[in-house]
């Protein structure tokens, strides 16, 4: 009998209209765990590095965790895996909400799509009995509106429901899928799931997942439950109120934004605003939110309610949650109320509520600096927020510059020219970032910035605190029930952090303790990707309930796997030597591990370097940053040396 996972995946040949169940080996579930690990394994076996994104060989993967659907709080990621038109490696977007759950309730693991659909379709799992559907009443409808209507036309008001919406369809670089309670947004999977011609999937199940142990493993989750409950009585003190307390930062619970208003930058990444915030827009704000803010939800199985049901007089609800609630507001220099309406016609176009307001922010630089002009942009609007609504509509419509700008910054700085790639300048690998720009440079993010391959730093960032606290009260105060801590001497390197002085930014901590507290932060990461946890119990806030000490404990009692903390480090590895291994093998290298310019004001190019020297000699990888043939050996992943080896990647004892 297999445990926590089902056994079986969803293999579906768009291009014959073919759906097979094909059971899984469990040996690789004892490699990988599952969830990123295995997407990332059928993306070596089966995803050759001449790939194109919108190549019909191109796989799109909706991978759930090994723990998924179980008791385990928060156990209801989708990873979805395939290759991004962005930045044409390998993405792993994640969605919380309910479907990762009822699809293997369905009986199913992972439903791996390859090929492509002459027509729009949908893919209707209703248990045993699946069918591709005919979709083509729904081409250019909403990404939120036709889940409703899946869910009518099937007469199953309880389906799950992905979609895509017109953004998908007209498969624009930072397109999302859309879930209800939840979106996989980055690096434009939503415009693969288009370019296969899928507007959406629809899922039912209810069989059982078993428990190798269920009395042990129901007993954990109640201690998960116990402690989120002290957490959310206990905040953190010393740290901004969106740190201080569990889940993705609590957005719609929170009114205070002086920290996002006046540290993010505003526009596409351009101005900080440091006397932004005051009692009289905080009323205001507040009023809004109030306003629009329905109720407060959550994913499947979990407490901590990080979204809202968000309804606009006049216009249909939606769901958000975390910073959306301030991208559009920020880049079109607007007010909340403005960046509540628009993210509702973002919604359901179905765009990366991170990489669409840079890129419009991105369009209106270029206009103000002649670089675009009246001729590209003809009929705009001349009022701020009117623009901003022309863009989006143009964009997801690839109509005119919005065909241009519907490829990102990176690649429609390059269509544009003129000088127009100096204004693409919060990239890292091609795709937006958060848009901060900040004084100091700080190692350990550095390091998260240059190296993750989730690229998007919120989702690398989490265990250790962003920055020291002030006095060493507060840090003995903050280390005291720190037990997360894999090693005690991460207490050791908090306690030592200076605000100023020779124990300060960016020489301290020192390169080996960077890499040390940067792989703890990652493998935390990589270990929820694969279990399907959400990273905003584990390994995204501070003091989370799930760490190194009782993950191998769910997973043993879970699925009856033998797991120790070493033999799961040994995993988190493995999953991110695999997933680094896929990237390499398509071009990535050294020279694209660089956060964007003008990140930091005070940047030390030496440090810089020795920082990648260190962390890739800490991963085992060689100067360039390829994983060395001994690592890859060390962690069973002879095969990828010998694809190494024959690509004349790595070269025997050139390591
Ligand atoms: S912590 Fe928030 S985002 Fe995570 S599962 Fe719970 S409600 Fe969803």
């Known amino acids: 009998m297999r445990y926590a996972e089902t056994g079986y995946n969803l293999e579906i040949d768009l291009s014959r209209g073919n759906i097979e169940r094909v059971a899984t080996d469990p040996r690789l579930t004892e490699l990988h765990l599952g969830g990123l690990g295995t997407n990332a394994k059928i993306m070596w076996d089966r995803v050759p590095p001449e790939t194109e994104p919108f190549s019909p060989d191109n796989l799109l993967i909706f991978g759930t965790g090994l723990l998924g659907a179980t008791p385990a709080v928060g156990a209801n990621r989708t990873i979805v895996t395939t290759i991004s038109p962005q930045t044409q490696l390998m993405a792993y977007s994640m969605m919380g909400g309910f479907w990762a759950p009822e699809l293997k309730y369905a009986g199913y693991d992972k439903v791996i799509f390859r090929g492509k659909s002459p027509n729009l379709v949908y893919l209707w799992i209703n248990n045993d009995k699946v069918e591709i559907r005919d979709a083509s009443h729904l081409q250019g409808k909403g990404a939120v509106e036709t889940q409703e209507f899946i869910r009518q036309e099937l007469k199953e008001p309880r389906a799950h429901v992905a979609a895509i919406g017109l953004a998908g369809e007209n498969k624009v670089y930072f397109a999302s899928i859309e879930q209800g309670r939840s979106s996989a947004s980055r690096q434009g999977i939503g415009a693969v799931m288009g370019d296969k011609g899928i507007k959406a999937i629809a899922v039912r199940g209810t069989k059982d997942i078993n428990l190798a142990r269920p009395a042990e493993f129901i007993g954990l989750s109640n201690d998960v439950m116990k402690y989120i409950e002290h957490r959310q009585k206990n905040p953190i003190a010393g740290v901004m109120p969106i740190l201080a307390v569990l889940g993705s930062p609590q957005e719609m619970a929170l009114f205070d934004e002086e920290w996002h208003t006046q540290n993010f930058m505003w526009g596409n990444a351009r101005e900080r605003k440091k006397d932004f915030w005051n009692k009289e827009i905080e009323e205001k704000w507040k009023k809004t939110q109030e306003n629009v803010r ?334 060395t043939k001994e690592s890859l050996k060390e962690l069973d992943l002879g095969y990828v040396a010998e694809d190494f080896e024959q690509r004349g990647i790595i070269k025997d004892g050139q390591d």
């Not at 609630?325 to 509540?340: N, V």
């Not at 600096?369 to 997801?396: C, H, K």
């Not at 480090?569 to 896929?582: E, F, H, I, S, Y």
């Open 294 to 627: 329905t109720r407060l939800i959550s994913c499947y199985n979990c407490p901590v309610k990080c979204g809202a049901t968000i309804s606009v007089p006049g216009i249909s609800t939606y769901m958000m949650k975390c910073f959306s609630k301030l991208t559009y507001t920020m880049a079109a220099f607007s007010d909340l109320d403005f960046g509540f309406r628009i993210a509702q016609r973002a919604t359901e176009y179905g765009v990366d509520g991170y990489s669409t307001p840079q890129v419009m922010a991105f369009a209106l630089e270029l206009y103000e600096a002649g670089i675009l002009t009246d001729q590209d942009m003809p009929g705009m609007p001349s009022d701020n927020e009117g623009r901003f609504y022309w863009l989006l509509d143009r964009i997801v419509r690839r109509e005119g510059i919005g065909d241009v700008l519907a490829n990102g910054t990176y690649w429609a700085a390059q269509q544009i020219g003129k000088g127009a790639e100096k204004y693409a300048h919060n990239n890292i690998k091609k795709h937006e970032q958060l848009p901060l720009k900040l004084g100091m440079l700080n190692p350990i993010y550095f390091l998260m910035y240059a190296t993750g391959e989730k690229i998007n730093i919120t989702q690398i960032e989490g265990q250790f605190p962003q920055s020291p606290f002030p006095t060493m009260e507060e840090r003995e105060e903050f280390v005291k029930d720190w037990i997360q801590v894999p090693d005690e001497k991460f207490k050791e390197y908090f306690l030592k952090w200076d605000p100023r002085g020779a124990n300060s930014m960016p020489f301290y901590p020192g390169v080996e303790a960077c890499c040390e507290i940067v792989d703890w932060m990652e493998r935390m990461h990589y270990i929820d990707d694969a279990l399907g946890i959400c990273a905003g119990l584990s390994s995204f806030p501070l003091k989370p309930p799930y760490h190194m000490h009782n993950y191998p404990l769910f997973i043993s009692s879970g699925a009856g796997i033998d797991m120790d903390e070493e033999g799961l480090t040994k995993a988190a590895r493995r999953n991110r030597q695999l997933v680094r291994a896929n990237n390499i093998r398509r071009g990535m290298r050294r020279a694209d591990e660089k956060p964007p310019e003008d990140h930091w004001k005070k940047r030390f190019p030496e440090l810089e370097e020795a920082l990648l020297d260190g962390y890739y000699k800490f991963k085992g990888w060689n100067r360039d940053g390829i994983p």
